[in-house]
Structure formats: structure tokens, C-alpha cells
């Protein structure tokens, strides 16, 4: 099996579908977007660094809002227009990095782990419930889904620590701690493998890991932070 590959974590003058932006920073590292008259960009409203004068700022709604709210989770985003530069910060050590989603693409990726993306990228997520929830206090976790609908666009993401992608061929599985996972293809499956570990005379423990299967790219987070301890 071939490791997984450390993702870039620097960009300059980066540009796709239309849209520039450029990767700063080694341990707590920014976003900057440069937004032209007709761009947006909607993210978390906690993570703006500063912006021009001339970019306005406003609300963007979310699909399903009332059981997000129920379960704790944000239920609006923020959404920026141009033109001029903003820039984005998560007040965490990590690794920010891009997507780039051609037009009906679509990406999952683990709770708590979105920072910002273009406005032509629909946004909605999957309640998972099921054996995963002993990981999460009983509560079930989310699945956020981001999909290209409406042509090219960027999706930025922040990985506590250091972030890998593994591109699993059809049928190739990994065993990952089920904090340490970040993002996947739709095509890859994700189950909950429970083992028992135990010596026979003393009290044992359980070995909890996902099983994800190929084919498609799974990302990997080196520092993992567990769903009631990430920052909200």
C-alpha cells in the first residue's frame, strides 16, 4: 500500500474557476481570497482576518437549518462579496488547503472542518447515526456535503496538524481513527470496526477504528480533535 501524500500547504496567485487566492503561514495559516465584482465566497463567521472597505458582507442560509440548531451545529454562514481581498483564519494550529471541484462534483467531509468556499458551491450535510455514535457522545455526528452544482468552484478546509490524502483504488480499505479523518470521495465507504481488547484476568477496552473503502481520495488529519472537543 502506498502512504498517503502530504498536501501543499502554501499557494501564490492560485487560481481556478476564476477565483485567486493564496495559502500564508506555517502554524496558524490564511486565507486570502481576491474577490472581483461578481464573486462571493460564504464561510463561518468566526474566522474573517480582515477584508478591503469595498468587500460587503452578509448572510447566507442554510438548507435544514432547524435541526442543525437542534443539534448544535451552525445554521447560517457568512458570505462575502466583491471586489477586494479578504482573508480567513481559524483560530487553531493546522493546515488550510483547497478543493478544487469541477461542476458536479462532490465531496464529504467531517464536521467542524469547513472554513470558506465559492458561492457556486451548494452546501448541505448527512446526519450519521448508527454504531459511530458511542464516538460522539450518543448524539450522532454530521457529514457536510459541498456540491459543484453550479460550475467550478473552491472549497477550503482546515485539518488540525498536518493533512495527507490517500486515493484508494476499488476494493483497497484503510483502518483510520475515527478522529483523524477529514474528507472523502461519495464513492468511498466508511463502516465502524469495534474490537475487543481484553487479557483474560483484568478489565478490557475497545479498539474503535473506521474502515473506509476505494475507490476515491480520503483525507487524513495528523493532530484529531473529537467532535465535543473541536471548536465550534
Do not use: C
Amino acid at each position: 500500500m502506498q502512504r498517503p501524500t502530504l498536501l501543499a500547504s502554501t499557494a501564490t496567485d492560485e487560481t481556478f474557476a476564476g477565483v485567486t487566492y493564496h495559502l500564508d503561514g506555517e502554524l496558524v495559516p490564511a486565507l486570502t481570497v481576491e474577490l472581483n465584482s461578481a464573486q462571493t465566497v460564504y464561510f463561518e463567521h468566526h474566522i474573517l482576518l480582515w477584508k478591503h472597505p469595498s468587500v460587503t458582507i452578509g448572510i447566507r442560509a442554510m438548507r435544514g437549518a432547524f435541526k442543525r440548531m437542534m443539534a448544535g451545529m451552525q445554521i447560517f454562514t457568512t458570505e462575502a462579496q466583491g471586489p477586494g481581498q479578504i482573508a480567513f483564519s481559524r483560530d487553531a494550529a493546522g493546515h488550510v488547503f483547497a478543493l478544487h471541484l469541477r461542476q458536479g462534483e462532490e465531496i464529504h467531509v467531517r464536521e467542524h472542518q469547513f472554513l470558506a468556499a465559492t458561492g457556486n458551491i451548494d452546501y448541505t450535510f448527512e446526519r450519521v447515526r448508527g454504531v459511530a455514535n458511542m464516538l460522539f457522545g450518543g448524539t450522532g455526528f454530521f457529514i457536510d456535503k459541498f456540491h459543484g452544482a453550479h460550475g467550478d468552484g473552491i472549497l477550503w478546509l482546515h485539518g488540525y496538524g498536518n493533512v495527507f490524502e490517500k486515493v484508494l483504488a476499488p476494493g483497497e480499505a484503510i483502518d483510520v481513527e475515527p478522529g483523524a479523518w477529514l474528507y472523502k470521495d461519495p464513492s468511498v465507504r466508511m463502516e465502524t470496526n469495534i474490537q475487543r481488547l481484553s487479557t483474560g484476568i483484568f478489565a478490557g477496552m475497545n479498539l474503535v477504528m473506521n474502515r473506509f473503502t476505494g475507490p476515491g481520495r480520503l483525507g487524513l488529519q495528523s493532530m484529531y480533535l473529537h467532535a465535543e472537543t473541536a471548536d465550534t
